[in-house]
C-alpha cells in the first residue's frame, strides 16, 4: 500500500534552473493538490485538480506550473527556480470532493534553491 | 474564505500531562474540521476528524469536539507521552467555485519531556 508517492525526496537547484517535481497516487483518488510549507507558515495550497483533465490556481501559483497527467500523476513544475522557492513541497490527494475524508499526503520534497 | 487560527507554539509539557491545543475557525457553510500530525522528517497524518456540528473525532487517545457555537475545535489529550512530540496541524475544508481544498492553520509544535 503505496499510497501518496512523491519524488525526489531531496534537490538543490541553482537560480534559474528548471525541474519537475513528481507526485503518483495508487487509491484511485480524483482529487490532487500540491502545497509548500514554510516554516512559520503553515502548509499553502500551489495548485489543485479537482479531477483528471482539470488543474487550478490554490493561494501561492506564481511561478509554478502543473499538469494533471492521468488520474494517477500531478506533477509540479518550477521553469525557472528562485531562492523564496526553497521549501519543503508535500502532494496530497483526496477521496471525495467534499473532503469528508481528508487528504492522504506524500513524504515531501526538500528543495533548496541556491 | 474560510481559515482557521490555532495556537503559537512551542508547547512543552512533561509527559503524563494533559494536553490542550487550541483552534477557532472562520468559515462560510458547514466545513469539516480535521486535525493532522507531522512527526520530524515525515509527511501530515491525519489524526481525527469531524464533518458536522457536535461531532466528536477521536483516535490514539485524542479528542476534539466540532463546536459550532465557539466556532471551535480543540485538540485534547488527558496524558501524553514523549512519542507525541510532533507539530499539529489545525484545518478546515474550503471550496470554490473550482472544487474543494483544506485550509491550514499555521501548526503548533508540541514538546513532551520524560
Known amino acids: 500500500n503505496a499510497g501518496v508517492t512523491q519524488t525526489p525526496k531531496f534537490q538543490v537547484l541553482k537560480t534559474g534552473q528548471s525541474m519537475t517535481l513528481q507526485c503518483a497516487q495508487d487509491?484511485?483518488?480524483?482529487?490532487m493538490y500540491w502545497y509548500r510549507q514554510d516554516p512559520g507558515m503553515g502548509l499553502r495550497l500551489i495548485y489543485y485538480s479537482a479531477s483528471e483533465g482539470t488543474t487550478d490556481k490554490g493561494e501561492v501559483p506564481n511561478g509554478y506550473n502543473v499538469s494533471r497527467l492521468n488520474k494517477r500523476e500531478f506533477s509540479l513544475r518550477l521553469e525557472s527556480a528562485a531562492p523564496s522557492q526553497t521549501s519543503v513541497y508535500f502532494c496530497a490527494s483526496s477521496a471525495d470532493l467534499i473532503l469528508s475524508y481528508g487528504y492522504t499526503f506524500g513524504s515531501g520534497t526538500r528543495l533548496t534553491v541556491v | 474564505g474560510n481559515s482557521v487560527t490555532q495556537m503559537e507554539g512551542p508547547v512543552t509539557l512533561s509527559e503524563e500531562a494533559f494536553l490542550t491545543i487550541n483552534c477557532t475557525y472562520t468559515?462560510?457553510?458547514?466545513?469539516?474540521l480535521f486535525w493532522y500530525v507531522q512527526y520530524p522528517g515525515e509527511g501530515l497524518q491525519l489524526l481525527l476528524k469531524a464533518t458536522k456540528a457536535d461531532d466528536k473525532g477521536s483516535n490514539k487517545g485524542f479528542e476534539a469536539t466540532y463546536r459550532k457555537e465557539t466556532t471551535s475545535f480543540h485538540l485534547e489529550k488527558g496524558s501524553v507521552q514523549v512519542s507525541d512530540s510532533a507539530v499539529y496541524f489545525c484545518?478546515?475544508?474550503?471550496?470554490?467555485?473550482?472544487?474543494?481544498?483544506?485550509?491550514f492553520g499555521k501548526g503548533t509544535s508540541l514538546l513532551v519531556t520524560p
Open positions: 484545518a478546515l475544508s474550503s471550496n470554490s467555485n473550482s472544487g474543494y481544498a483544506l485550509n
Open positions: 487509491m484511485n483518488h480524483n482529487s
Open positions: 468559515a462560510t457553510g458547514y466545513p469539516s
